[in-house]
């Protein structure tokens, strides 16, 4: 079949199953967006090009399918890098598109050309320059595979003007197969008998579960196995969803911000089962002192990831589904059902001494108030996504979580801006679903643009912002550790009304400074047809705690605010 470059990159997408694109013309992908017209796949044109990043990673973690975002050449390019970076730390699988310039000017420092694979090779799975239409069928599907494949990621198209235009002989149905590339997923069995002896010997086992679970959709193959060894379950912040949040083998989130039983807990361990996690320091503390006493077993995809930060007893490069499938018929043979009633006694008791710590705020508007208050009226298949900074940590800390893929956050780059277009793409994937974000001013503030994206193409959310006129992180931590010396994090002047914001845009907006008022503008929310904005005036010394200070043991916990 003779086609244009672009009408065999639209074409091989649609093969592909791509059913949404998010992104912004520019005249290096013209004949691109051309092609596009004539299309079935849905353009949503957003106001920024890194929200299109952001929605296309939002559109994959709750969908678990490739979110695809598209830009141009030059600055249009450079604007996807944090999104990219962000899907590349949280291994999120998506398709950036670009145009580049004509090949015959690429080096040339032609008008808007950048170097993209360059900036981008250090923060994507892989990069590709297509050189000519016969070979667009092949990478699409190359760059899908690859972006899917093991530990998923971003990987980047670079689309020269000239070939979009050029016409060749295009074989749409070419077979690929990646000999360089091909993730071990199958656990060795002699891994996996020696994980069930250690874990069936253990006294104290607990089980840590990381984003992996999620991706691999491996839930309940872990539910499974911790009942059977009556483990307890505690999880990352990328792991939030592996576990509904009500099961009583679960212990909360660990890290910088989790439950205190969790980092109690986890440390007391004699074995730790670690799946799917690549152990940030947001989650360990102190590497050094981290489960310095017990014997870690570490499951993940990426092998890159086995010893990089803590060095495990027993490493399982696999597919966190298969090795715990694996290791739940292993453990099965060996031994029956295991009630461990000295450990369980325990936690019971670590969970009722630390429920009773008192909660330390004077705020007529708490957070905690809020988004239980959220989570009351939303249904379990509800999705949450958050900003970056105290909504953050406030939203982990909080919202109960009971299904994998509803809680949707900026983990490894921890990028302020992420949630409101994350929750656009998360919406688009789910459209019967009730889509969340929520935020901090500090935070909305870097992408409220997308609210035009939101309305003129039809993708209803709520934004709840946790307003406290500060870059409430920061200044907490200048409080802390800097002598409450605040230095450039008063938001107070000069941020807008950000409820004649939203109806600037054609959205709603409500702002409330009582649970009663959140509670009805909520309801009025769910509700709606359009966006709604929901500015909660909140206090600016609102304490994020238990918090583990940076560079400290998880042992070294600052209680509070845990009732």
């Known amino acids: 079949m003779r086609l244009s470059g672009a009408k065999a990159l639209i074409k091989s997408l649609e093969q592909v199953g791509v059913e949404t694109i998010f992104g912004i013309p520019g005249g290096s992908i013209l004949p691109t967006y051309d092609t596009l017209y004539d299309s079935k796949i849905r353009h949503v044109l957003v106001r920024h090009e890194q929200c299109a990043a952001h929605a296309a990673d939002g559109y994959a973690r709750a ?52 170097d993209i694979i360059g900036i981008a090779t250090p923060v994507t799975k892989y990069n590709f320059q297509i050189r000519n239409p016969r070979e667009i069928p092949k990478i699409v599907k190359q760059a899908f595979y690859i972006a899917s494949a093991g530990r998923p990621g971003p990987v980047l198209v670079d689309f020269p003007v000239d070939v979009q235009k050029e016409e060749a002989e295009v074989d749409l149905d070419v077979e690929v197969e990646l000999v360089g590339y091909r993730p071990t997923t199958d656990p060795h069995p002699l891994q996996v008998k020696r994980t069930a002896e250690l874990l069936l010997n253990a006294e104290r086992p607990a089980i840590l579960a990381g984003g992996g679970v999620i991706i691999s959709g491996a839930s309940k193959e872990l539910i499974d196995l911790a009942e059977y060894l009556s483990a307890p379950i505690a999880v990352t912040l990328m792991g939030k969803g592996a576990v509904p949040e009500d099961h009583p083998l679960y212990l909360g989130m660990v890290g910088m911000h989790g439950s205190a039983v969790a980092n109690k807990i986890i440390l007391e361990a004699d074995v730790l089962l670690a799946v799917g996690t690549r152990f940030s320091d947001r989650s360990t503390g102190k590497f050094e002192e981290f489960c310095k006493e017990a014997k870690i077993i570490h499951i993940d995809v990426d092998a890159a990831e086995i010893g990089k930060n803590i060095k495990p007893h027993i490493p399982i490069v696999s597919d966190a589904k298969k090795a715990l499938k694996a290791i739940y018929d292993a453990v099965r043979k060996l031994s029956p059902k295991l009630e461990r009633s000295t450990w369980m006694q325990r936690i019971k008791w670590m969970r009722e001494k630390l429920a009773s710590i008192p909660v330390s705020s004077s705020s007529p508007l708490r957070p905690k108030e809020v988004i239980e208050e959220i989570r009351r009226q939303l249904p379990p298949d509800g999705i949450v996504t958050t900003g970056v900074g105290r909504n953050q940590m406030w939203a982990a800390m909080y919202f109960k979580t009971y299904r994998p893929r509803t809680f949707i956050t900026s983990g490894g780059l921890g990028t302020m801006g992420f949630g409101f277009p994350a929750a656009l793409g998360a919406k688009v994937a789910k459209p019967e679903s009730i889509v969340v974000d929520i935020d901090g001013d500090g935070s909305f503030l870097m992408t409220e643009r997308e609210l035009a994206t ?27 550790f800097y002598g409450k010396r605040r230095m450039a994090t008063n938001l107070r002047r000069g941020s807008p009304d950000f409820v004649k914001l939203a109806e600037a845009y054609g959205a709603n907006g409500f702002r409330v400074s009582t649970i009663e008022e959140f509670s009805k503008a909520f309801k009025e929310a769910v509700k709606s047809e359009v966006t709604t904005v929901i500015d909660v005036l909140i206090s600016p010394d609102e304490p994020v705690l238990p918090f583990v200070p940076p560079g400290r043991s998880l042992n070294e916990i600052i209680l509070g605010g845990e009732k």
């Open 63 to 114: 969908s678990g399918r490739v979110g695809v975002c598209m830009a141009t050449s030059g600055p249009g390019a450079t604007n996807l890098v944090t999104g990219i970076t962000t899907a590349y730390m949280d291994s999120s699988p998506i398709v950036a598109i670009t145009g580049q310039v004509p090949r015959n000017m690429i080096g040339k420092d032609a008008f808007q050309e950048a």
């Open 454 to 480: 939101s309305i003129a193409e039809n993708i209803p959310v709520i934004v709840v912002i946790l307003n406290d006129g500060w870059l409430g992180m920061v200044k907490y931590w200048q409080d802390l």
